[in-house]
């Protein structure tokens, strides 16, 4: 009898992990949210809230400043902050929890990012419906605080946040990239700043800068350390590139057209003045603004959003005061190769809100992503770096407009760089444009990005880049990111089938985990039969 039972525990142990396994990644066992008709007041509810902040202390004040002033009018309603400095933590963090189902109820993340979160499960919850609904969706009749409503967000930017036809998150802050240029130099090697910047304009001043004296110091600063030209989104920079040249990258069904002539021209432009040592990246040599700022880089393509590292009198910069070179600096939009149909990348983080069982949490969860547009901390946040507010409200306001005309006061809140950033992309709001999201849109990013990293590093090795060598880094960046293998397709909301990609490492693991408990169970079952006969063949023998 004592064997029947241990029998029967451990089969009841083997069908219990096999239910876990199938109730994490990809279940459809969560049922998908429905808006209740009222938010229940009298039920407490605890909700997490996982933000990044750039490690600036203002960002994290302002966090927490929303929170006290939310809880203030929704007592009910508890938030827990939890801060990340890298968004590629709060990603790999929610991939993990998902197999757990203990995801955040309210996350700052990218689009691309969803897109993965999304694959075969409905833990991140759709938003159109909320956003028309009457009473709790924007500008909802029924929320105790004065929210925008659906048109009073910058359409650009909220056009972001579709996926597959479907709405999974509302934007909370925009940048785009600026190229923060160091004047005084560039007019010292005898040219003059065009009005807007071109890719031949900076590769040739970047070359003519590489000039040295009989001591091995370059003429233009008089320093033995010059990288006149560094990138910091090497993703971005093909990204721009490809689109100011119409040509390739990925389309809404999530066909991938990186590998193609367009940019491997591209490539050996780059290769050209990486040889030189006049280009150069992030990854490779270190922020921009910490060259920029010591007078060691002319031409530091970085965010909006990293504009109070930039300048002679930059407030967050990295290096000690005695490493500042003075200089005028001039924000710029990035190079472009056609100067009457400027494109530049728009991005920034936007908030989702996680499926929960009771739709009561979910509802809590949405009122409070809801709250973060309003002008209050969109004002407050865009002033600690040059982001700007993803709502007309919020820009057309008294308030923001009087932060703006008083550029320069001080070096700041009011400095000048970061403004002059902000006042960049509220100028080219038009001209910005957003990429394909799908599940593997954040892979093709990075495999854009590895591609110009690797011809910098090779030409630095004295590597030839060659037509042999595009061909085989085209084949090791399709590896590398598993860009040749497909997941499947899933019907979107729209009802077009789209590419799965590649499926998140955690969730290869528990299917295959699941693979084995099935194996385990087949073989329990198994053991059992053939022993039994065993038995039965002993007992007719005796």
Same mark, same amino acid.
């Given at each position: 009898?004592?064997?029947?039972?241990?029998?029967?525990?451990?089969?009841?142990?083997?069908?219990?992990?096999?239910?876990?396994?199938?109730?994490?990644?990809?279940?459809?066992?969560?049922?998908?949210?429905?808006?209740?008709?009222?938010?229940?007041?009298?039920?407490?509810?605890?909700?997490?809230?996982?933000?990044?902040?750039?490690?600036?202390?203002?960002?994290?004040?302002?966090?927490?400043?929303?929170?006290?002033?939310?809880?203030?009018?929704?007592?009910?309603?508890?938030?827990?902050?939890?801060?990340?400095?890298?968004?590629?933590?709060?990603?790999?963090?929610?991939?993990?929890?998902?197999?757990?189902?203990?995801?955040?109820?309210?996350?700052?993340?990218?689009?691309?990012?969803?897109?993965?979160?999304?694959?075969?499960?409905?833990?991140?919850?759709?938003?159109?419906?909320?956003?028309?609904?009457?009473?709790?969706?924007?500008?909802?009749?029924?929320?105790?605080?004065?929210?925008?409503?659906?048109?009073?967000?910058?359409?650009?930017?909220?056009?972001?946040?579709?996926?597959?036809?479907?709405?999974?998150?509302?934007?909370?802050?925009?940048?785009?990239?600026?190229?923060?240029?160091?004047?005084?130099?560039?007019?010292?090697?005898?040219?003059?700043?065009?009005?807007?910047?071109?890719?031949?304009?900076?590769?040739?001043?970047?070359?003519?800068?590489?000039?040295?004296?009989?001591?091995?110091?370059?003429?233009?600063?008089?320093?033995?350390?010059?990288?006149?030209?560094?990138?910091?989104?090497?993703?971005?920079?093909?990204?721009?590139?490809?689109?100011?040249?119409?040509?390739?990258?990925?389309?809404?069904?999530?066909?991938?057209?990186?590998?193609?002539?367009?940019?491997?021209?591209?490539?050996?432009?780059?290769?050209?003045?990486?040889?030189?040592?006049?280009?150069?990246?992030?990854?490779?040599?270190?922020?921009?603004?910490?060259?920029?700022?010591?007078?060691?880089?002319?031409?530091?393509? /970085? $965010? =909006?959003?990293?504009?109070?590292?930039?300048?002679?009198?930059?407030? #967050?910069? &990295?290096?000690? *005061?005695?490493? %500042? +070179?003075?200089?005028?600096?001039?924000?710029?939009?990035?190079?472009?190769?056609?100067?009457?149909?400027?494109?530049?990348?728009?991005?920034?983080?936007?908030?989702?809100?996680?499926?929960?069982?009771?739709?009561?949490?979910?509802?809590?969860?949405?009122?409070?992503?809801?709250?973060?547009?309003?002008?209050?901390?969109?004002?407050?946040?865009?002033?600690?770096?040059?982001?700007?507010?993803?709502?007309?409200?919020?820009?057309?306001?008294?308030?923001?407009?009087?932060?703006?005309?008083?550029?320069?006061?001080? /070096? $700041? =809140?009011?400095?000048?760089?970061?403004?002059?950033?902000?006042?960049? #992309?509220? &100028?080219?709001? *038009?001209?910005? %444009? +957003?990429?394909?999201?799908?599940?593997?849109?954040?892979?093709?990013?990075?495999?854009?990005?590895?591609?110009?990293?690797?011809?910098?590093?090779?030409?630095?090795?004295?590597?030839?880049?060659?037509?042999?060598?595009?061909?085989?880094?085209?084949?090791?960046?399709?590896?590398?990111?598993?860009?040749?293998?497909?997941?499947?397709?899933?019907?979107?909301?729209?009802?077009?089938?789209?590419?799965?990609?590649?499926?998140?490492?955690?969730?290869?693991?528990?299917?295959?985990?699941?693979?084995?408990?099935?194996?385990?169970?087949?073989?329990?079952?198994?053991?059992?039969?053939?022993?039994?006969?065993?038995?039965?063949?002993?007992?007719?023998?005796?």
């Amino acid at each position: 009898m004592s064997k029947m039972r241990k029998r029967t525990g451990l089969l009841l142990l083997m069908i219990t992990c096999l239910c876990l396994f199938t109730g994490c990644h990809g279940s459809k066992g969560q049922s998908e949210f429905e808006i209740p008709e009222e938010f229940d007041t009298s039920k407490n509810y605890e909700i997490t809230f996982w933000a990044k902040n750039d490690t600036n202390k203002t960002q994290t004040k302002i966090y927490e400043q929303a929170i006290a002033d939310f809880e203030e009018l929704y007592p009910n309603i508890k938030v827990n902050l939890r801060l990340y400095t890298d968004y590629g933590k709060i990603y790999n963090d929610v991939i993990t929890n998902i197999s757990t189902n203990t995801t955040p109820n309210v996350c700052i993340t990218y689009p691309d990012h969803i897109a993965t979160y999304l694959t075969g499960s409905n833990c991140v919850v759709p938003l159109d419906n909320l956003f028309d609904n009457e009473k709790y969706g924007l500008g909802g009749s029924e929320l105790a605080y004065d929210s925008p409503s659906r048109e009073k967000i910058i359409p650009q930017f909220l056009s972001e946040c579709s996926i597959g036809g479907q709405y999974y998150a509302i934007p909370y802050m925009r940048s785009t990239e600026a190229c923060y240029v160091n004047k005084t130099y560039v007019e010292a090697l005898g040219y003059t700043l065009p009005e807007t910047l071109t890719w031949d304009f900076i590769w040739e001043v970047s070359e003519a800068a590489m000039e040295k004296d009989e001591d091995g110091n370059f003429l233009v600063n008089g320093q033995n350390v010059l990288i006149p030209f560094i990138y910091k989104s090497t993703d971005n920079m093909m990204i721009q590139m490809l689109k100011q040249k119409n040509a390739g990258y990925s389309n809404e069904d999530g066909e991938i057209q990186l590998f193609n002539d367009t940019t491997k021209e591209l490539l050996y432009t780059i290769a050209e003045h990486a040889k030189t040592g006049a280009f150069s990246t992030f990854k490779i040599s270190s922020y921009p603004a910490n060259f920029l700022d010591a007078g060691q880089c002319i031409f530091a393509i /970085d $965010s =909006t959003a990293g504009a109070t590292w930039m300048g002679s009198h930059a407030p #967050l910069s &990295d290096i000690s *005061e005695d490493k %500042f +070179v003075e200089f005028e600096t001039a924000v710029m939009t990035i190079p472009q190769f056609d100067t009457k149909n400027p494109q530049m990348i728009s991005q920034g983080p936007s908030i989702c809100i996680f499926n929960k069982q009771d739709s009561q949490e979910v509802l809590a969860s949405w009122i409070f992503a809801q709250y973060l547009l309003t002008n209050d901390v969109q004002i407050a946040y865009s002033e600690t770096e040059g982001y700007v507010p993803v709502t007309s409200k919020a820009q057309e306001s008294e308030e923001y407009k009087d932060y703006l005309s008083r550029c320069g006061e001080d /070096d $700041s =809140t009011y400095y000048e760089v970061k403004i002059k950033a902000s006042k960049l #992309l509220l &100028d080219n709001t *038009e001209n910005t %444009f +957003v990429t394909p999201v799908f599940n593997g849109s954040a892979s093709l990013r990075d495999a854009a990005g590895q591609l110009i990293e690797n011809v910098t590093k090779s030409v630095r090795r004295k590597q030839e880049v060659n037509d042999e060598y595009i061909d085989n880094l085209y084949e090791e960046v399709t590896s590398l990111y598993h860009l040749d293998q497909g997941g499947g397709t899933e019907v979107s909301g729209s009802g077009k089938k789209e590419d799965l990609g590649e499926l998140p490492a955690t969730a290869v693991i528990l299917l295959a985990s699941l693979a084995g408990a099935w194996i385990l169970i087949i073989l329990y079952l198994i053991y059992g039969a053939v022993k039994k006969k065993r038995c039965q063949k002993e007992r007719n023998n005796l």
